[in-house]
């Protein structure tokens, strides 16, 4: 039988490089979730997180779908912020006063899962001075082992890291939270960030001034509270705002970017409040919405202010996305 010619016979080094390419080809095939996508383009081009999105991007756009958390629209607006009149009043809800939102954003529908984190942390998110604020870099310095991820990641203890997905990333500093939202704005080219304490509590009372943000009658069948732990982010829909986000009140308070003044509002910032100064005055952020461990409706009323140093870690407490427009 005459020997049938197939192609040039290959040499050691094209056969090595047939090989490589093949296997490169089958690990591209095998990825569809965003973070393994990411991760496993990174292992064959070698390409930087914002080089490695852009890729993504090009080549198919569902691929990337879970990367940026689920939003909702929030218009623009006026509506009053604060209470003067409660059944714990607290001196720091005041003075009560007619706040301006200026311009429209879009809102986290849930708080940030431990699946949207894993992302961020399997990028070596951590390692990466860049998407950190100088407090925040001073943070990391500090502790006594290297920061790879929340707290409680590894061990899977209150609900987290990646054997929960669906449910709130907890364990997180006001910093990590911070570094997420700048790594998210660079990979996506839109910019993402920790909400004011304003625009959460429009988010959640819109212009009827509602006291919880799904009407004003207090019902706990709508919230995660007195739990021992938190629940998934999907678990109360009927508790969702006027605007569609969810779990404004209850499962896990959250950060929002205002440092926290005692004394209560600033009454000539009624405009896009961004909160005081930082200072020694001013050592504790804002937090939002009561968590999972509350029991009384007071803590989950939409004007409800709390605080937290910026440095704490809790399994109470997450955080949710804004981005603007």
Known sequence: MANLRVGPRLTRVQQKARDKGNRDRRL????????????RAREVF????????????????????????????????????????SPLLQPDNLPVGEITISRPFD??????????????????????????????RVWKKEQSSDITGPKWWETGEHNSGPNSPHYPVVGVTYY???AYCNWLSRVTRQKFRIPTEAEGEWAAREIDGREFPWGNEWDPSKVASGTRGSQPVSFHPEGGSHFGAEDLSGNVREWRSDWYNAKGYDPKALVDPQGPPAGMANLYKVVRGGSM????????????????????????????????K
């Open 28 to 39: 591209w095939q095998k990825t569809y979730t965003p973070g393994g996508f990411l991760l």
């Open 46 to 85: 070698g390409k930087t997180e914002l080089q490695l999105a852009a890729l993504a991007l090009k080549v198919d756009r569902l691929r990337m779908e879970g990367l940026v958390p689920e939003l909702r629209a929030v218009s623009a607006g006026k509506f009053v912020m604060g209470k003067d009149s």
């Open 107 to 136: 809102i986290g529908r849930y708080e940030v899962t431990n699946r949207e984190f894993e992302v961020f942390v399997r990028l070596r998110g951590y390692e990466n001075e860049e998407y950190w604020s100088a407090e925040g």
């Open 176 to 178: 990590e939270a911070e």
């Open 293 to 324: 461990l509350n029991t009384d409706r007071d803590s989950f009323t939409t004007y409800r202010r709390a605080c937290s140093r910026p440095q704490d870690r809790n399994y109470y407490s997450g955080f949710r996305v804004v981005r603007e």
